[in-house]
């Protein structure tokens, strides 16, 4: 049976939602599933270790795996407020991408970024794994050369996405 992998950069989503609606992520992958059939959801983001993960966050975690969706979490480079680094969560997102185009039953990648340093591994999944690429964001923060490089481009649309 053809499935569909959908991967969420949260990070993306957090700084393009901003001044614009709160995605609701199951409304999301009832979208995904509609159009592509059965999905698996990944969500990536970083974490301060010397902070750890707010309770608010956490329970949104926690109710995301409830709903069976995986969520892989990286440590930040800890600095003073405001300068923490993001690392390895674009390197985890892109490893899930290959490996998830590399299994059979795996027709279809939705991507939820809008980062440029994807376009290397959406083009190898593309030429090597002959799998199609969807991008499904916001309207804006999302970079030409990984528009150009996906099969298309769907918009989040926020009379069926929005949370309430």
Known sequence: MAEATW???????????????KLDYMAAERFIRKRLGATRTFLFN?????????????????AMEAQGIQVRLQPMESGPPGTNRQRRVDVDFSAHLIWQASLPDITALVLTTGDQDFVPAVELVRREFHKQVFLFTYDGMVNQDLIAMVNEWWHFDPTQLARR
Do not use: R
């Not at 990070?11 to 614009?20: D, I, L, P």
């Open 7 to 21: 991967l969420v950069d949260v990070g993306y989503v957090v700084k393009a939602s901003e001044g614009q609606f």
């Open 46 to 62: 970083g974490f301060d270790p010397a902070y750890g993960i707010s309770s608010g966050l956490q329970a949104f975690y926690t």
